[in-house]
């Protein structure tokens, strides 16, 4: 594509030679004359500076001298960019032979359905979406228009996707949740009779496992994105626009509100409650029952405010000279 084709896809003005052909995208310190990359602010510039790329998609305060794009937030319009360059694949509609699909369901227009595919009773799969192969949809399932399921998902019978959902290899959604009460000497089983409903424009990664409700519903909303192996315990809500990185564990009944940012690596108790905007740094551990105030930031285990974690890791690092001058005074007190 050229960069005079690239700019006028992207609505943007280009500085330079339009003619060139950009052909893929790469890292600054990787582009060579046929990729398009992007910088900004200070740091990006002094990159650019040694960059061999063809053509930046840059922001108003980049000198000029290069064929640039420019752009108000440069990478959020190189990522528009890749879409250009790098097309989604494309999948035929129809239904692989060795697909089993049960008379009642119902197979929308356009959708495609690979090889060694299992749908259930009374399934939906909406208009133009892809089941991967080897993927299994269990009975009254619902799945949205222009839905993606990569290979090997698999979803419990009862489990409703929105519309525009793109599901990872491994995806487990409506397992039972973890739930047994304690009859004399063992546990027994409570069960697991409720259901999970995740909105549309979701993004779940691969591994990842959302556990149906004990009772109710478990639900994630709209514009969810959740990285590989997360964990959402049962009876969890997830409010739309959370961003959730990987290795995270939920468990039961957490409520996690609209446009929360949950960092890798981080275990909650029972019923914590995420207030919206709130920041969870990774590798925090949030304690049963715990708010996390919305608009701060928390880190550590147990977790709390950013400032009040920075203060004490700072009283930490100081632990050695501090028993150092308590040793010197013990010693003096022994000399007198």
Not at 97 to 108: D, H, K, L, N, R
Request: with cysteine.
């Amino acid at each position: 594509m050229r960069v005079c084709d690239l700019a006028s896809a992207l609505n943007v003005s280009f500085e330079g030679d339009g003619a060139i052909e950009i052909a893929s995208a790469a890292a600054l310190e990787d582009a060579g004359a046929g990729d398009l990359s992007f910088a900004y602010g200070r740091k990006g510039i002094a990159a650019a500076s040694g960059s061999k790329a063809g053509c930046l998609i840059v922001d108003a305060d980049f000198p000029q001298g290069r064929t640039l794009l420019r752009a108000p937030d440069p990478r959020a319009y190189f990522a528009m960019a890749l879409k250009l360059l790098y097309p989604a694949k494309t999948f035929p509609a129809g239904v692989h032979p060795s697909a089993v699909v049960a008379p009642t369901a119902v197979i929308e227009e356009g959708v495609s359905i690979a090889a060694f595919v299992s749908i259930g009773e009374r399934a939906v799969i909406g208009a133009g979406s892809v089941i991967g192969a080897g993927s299994v949809v269990g009975d009254d399932v619902v799945i949205g228009e222009s839905s993606l399921l990569h290979p090997r998902v698999t979803i419990y019978d009862g489990v409703r996707v929105g519309a525009r959902a793109v599901l990872h290899a491994g995806v487990v959604l409506g397992a039972d949740g973890f739930g047994f009460v304690r009859v004399g000497p063992s546990y027994q089983k409570f069960p697991q009779v409720g259901r999970v409903i995740v909105g549309d424009d979701c993004e779940i990664g691969a591994n990842t496992t959302i556990d149906r409700a004990a009772l109710g519903v478990t639900r994630i909303g709209n514009g969810v994105k959740l990285d590989n192996m997360v964990h959402i315990g049962h009876n969890c809500v997830i409010e739309d626009n959370v961003v959730i990185a990987a290795q995270t564990g939920i468990s039961g009944g957490c409520v996690i509100e609209k446009d929360a940012i949950i960092g890798g690596q981080v275990g909650m108790g029972d019923k914590v409650r995420v207030e919206s905007g709130a920041v969870l740094g990774s590798g925090s551990g949030v304690l049963t029952s715990k708010i996390v105030r919305g608009g701060e930031t928390y880190w550590g285990t147990p977790a709390r405010p950013l400032k009040e974690y920075l203060k004490q890791l700072a009283l930490v690092a100081n632990l050695p000279a501090l028993n150092e001058r308590v040793k010197a005074l013990e010693s003096k007190d022994h000399s007198i």
